[in-house]
């Protein structure tokens, strides 16, 4: 119990009530009285979420029911929800988030909470690793500013590298989209992969900058 005065009672629902409708009893030592289905538990429910699949950042509709009051949701690949994602908006039968960057590629179960009560999803999610889509400019000498274009990318600066070929490089900034970053001083003359590392992935580019000196 919260609360309780002269008119007013406040209380948690029990986490282990089951969904139906109950009556509330109250007894002030002396006398019972009963208001007779006066409460109805609900419990929030996955029906389905689209897309199936997707990079960081993106976003996922989860649809469902009694999903206006859902506090957290989370994706997990360990039999619980781990990775905290962010909730965009929410009615009763639909949710919108965004998938945590932090979360490692492969499947994942997607994990509600409300009202004491946690629910999963049957189907998994499928995360997918980031992939680079192009880059600008194409050719530079060090010290050139280069744009790597894609989709998926960690939005974290310090959890990101950048590599010209085997040789890292300064990152300048990192969104869901685009990394900036610089030709490094002793990257050798010639082509070679531009690779994006984080801690849970490291993805190549398909074409080849070429670094001239």
Not at 147 to 158: A, L, M, R, V
Not at 171 to 185: L, Q
């Amino acid at each position: 119990m919260l609360f309780r005065s002269n008119t007013t009672i406040n209380f948690y629902i029990p986490e282990s009530l089951k969904p139906g409708t109950y009556d509330i009893s109250v007894n002030n030592g002396i006398e019972n009285a009963v208001l007779t289905n006066a409460f109805t538990v609900i419990e929030p429910k996955i029906t389905g979420f689209t897309p199936a699949s997707g990079n960081y950042n993106s976003l996922l509709t989860i649809q469902g029911e009694n999903l206006a009051n859902v506090q957290n949701v989370a994706l997990g690949n360990n039999g619980y929800g781990n990775y905290g994602a962010e909730i965009i908006s929410r009615d009763e039968n639909q949710l919108v988030i965004r998938i945590p960057a932090n979360i490692p590629t492969g499947n994942a179960k997607i994990y509600i909470s409300a009202a004491n009560k946690s629910i999963s999803s049957s189907d998994d999610f499928l995360v997918l690793p980031p992939v680079i889509t192009g880059f600008s400019p194409s050719e530079g000498t060090p010290g050139t500013i280069v744009t790597i274009k894609g989709n998926g990318f960690d939005s974290g600066q310090y959890y990101t590298s950048v590599k010209f070929g085997t040789v890292g490089s300064t990152v300048i900034s990192v969104s869901p989209t685009e990394i900036k970053t610089i030709v490094p001083s002793d990257a050798p003359a010639g082509v070679m992969k531009l690779v994006v590392v984080t801690p849970w992935y490291t993805v190549a580019s398909d074409n080849d900058f070429t670094v001239k000196k």
